[in-house]
């Protein structure tokens, strides 16, 4: 897959790295942490600059961002509720808790989001809880866009400073990534065996 995001970043630049951190957040197996790095030795090579590579990457994570974003506001958590009354078993989640939730992002969504956004394997997902808990649009981009710039920053300059070592990044990343995973699979797990409905309205 390396091969194919250095081909394309070379071919297209800006808009190659555009192009490559939209899909990564439409479609996550597409790993942020080569597609960045590489534009990162890019810029280091004198085909992209730094700044620009940056921008680029942030511009087209956020517009991934954005459409989660938008079709999960347009879905709206209310339609949602049957589902979550039928299946709330599975899905570790009573209305209650949703209503709670949504407090709780009215309060503190901004951070939510923008630590969100640092973190490997949720930063693509925390679209899906802004949009649906009805955030407002402006918190959900000043936060999510600051989050992503500052995610995509490390990774550029990660590949700007190793440069052809790019595959380093991942030597790092990888493990984090994974842990992550793994606390998000038994964290799932724990709730499934202790999950306890509570009052329906």
Do not use: C
């Not at 439409?26 to 090579?45: H, L, N, Q, T, Y």
């Not at 679209?127 to 009805?134: D, H, I, T, Y």
């Not at 550029?156 to 790092?172: M, N, Q, S």
Request: glycine letters at 10%; zero cysteines; a positive charge.
């Amino acid at each position: 897959m390396s091969n194919w995001v250095i081909r394309l970043i070379e071919e297209s630049g800006y808009l190659g790295v555009a192009f490559l951190m939209f899909l990564e957040t439409v479609f996550p197996p597409i790993p942020s942490e080569v597609i960045m790095s590489v534009a990162g030795v890019a810029a280091a090579k004198g085909q992209l600059s730094l700044l620009g590579a940056i921008a680029s990457g942030t511009a087209g994570a956020m517009l991934g961002n954005s459409v989660w974003y938008l079709a999960a506001r347009t879905l709206g958590i209310v339609r949602l509720r049957p589902v979550i009354d039928r299946h709330g078993r599975w899905l570790t989640l009573s209305w209650t808790e949703v209503e709670r939730a949504e407090r709780w992002f009215r309060k503190y969504g901004g951070f939510f989001v923008f630590l969100g956004r640092l973190l490997p394997t949720v930063r693509s997902l925390v679209s899906v809880p802004a949009g649906l808990l009805q955030m407002r649009v402006t918190t959900f981009l000043l936060f999510s866009t600051i989050g992503t710039a500052g995610w995509t920053t490390l990774l550029a300059v990660a590949g700007y400073k190793l440069r052809e070592r790019f595959g380093e990044v991942d030597e790092w990343l990888g493990p984090v990534s994974n842990a992550i995973l793994v606390i998000m699979v038994l964290g799932y797990g724990w709730r499934l065996v202790t999950f306890r409905p509570r009052g329906r309205d």
